[in-house]
């Protein structure tokens, strides 16, 4: 059973960080590129930042563009979420997701290009 599980979310004030972690399990990805996709209430899912297979290519929102950095340690099977600078307008449970074909470069926007997600991890920034 193929399984992603998100962690590292909570409440940090306006201008702090938090690191999310994504730790996959039951298929390993290493040729996959994964993303960070996030969902506010009442907004639709949106994407946040993408990394290829071997992480040679990283995309991100331009929302977030500067201030987020994502990674991957393959041998741990695993991505990563680095998160500075927040602000309120990223308060929004975040999702990551493995991609769907192998070796694609650059990771997709769409998040029809993911095939396995995981259950989200709640970032709440206060003011």
């Known amino acids: 059973q193929v399984q992603l599980v998100e962690s590292g979310g909570g409440l940090v004030q306006a201008g702090g960080s938090l690191r999310l972690s994504c730790a996959a399990s039951g298929r390993a990805f290493a040729s996959n590129a994964m993303g960070w996709f996030r969902q506010a209430p009442e907004k639709e899912r949106e994407f946040v930042a993408g990394i290829t297979w071997n992480g040679g290519n990283t995309d991100y929102a331009d929302s977030v563009k500067g201030r987020f950095t994502i990674s991957r340690d393959n041998a741990k099977n695993a991505v990563y979420l680095q998160m500075n600078s927040l602000k309120p307008e990223d308060t929004a449970v975040y999702f990551c997701?493995?991609?769907?074909?192998?070796?694609?470069?650059?990771?997709?926007?769409?998040?029809?290009?993911?095939?396995?997600w995981g259950q989200g991890t709640q970032v709440t920034v206060s003011s």
């Open positions: 997701a493995a991609g769907k074909r192998e070796f694609r470069a650059p990771a997709p926007r769409s998040a029809g290009g993911y095939s396995y």
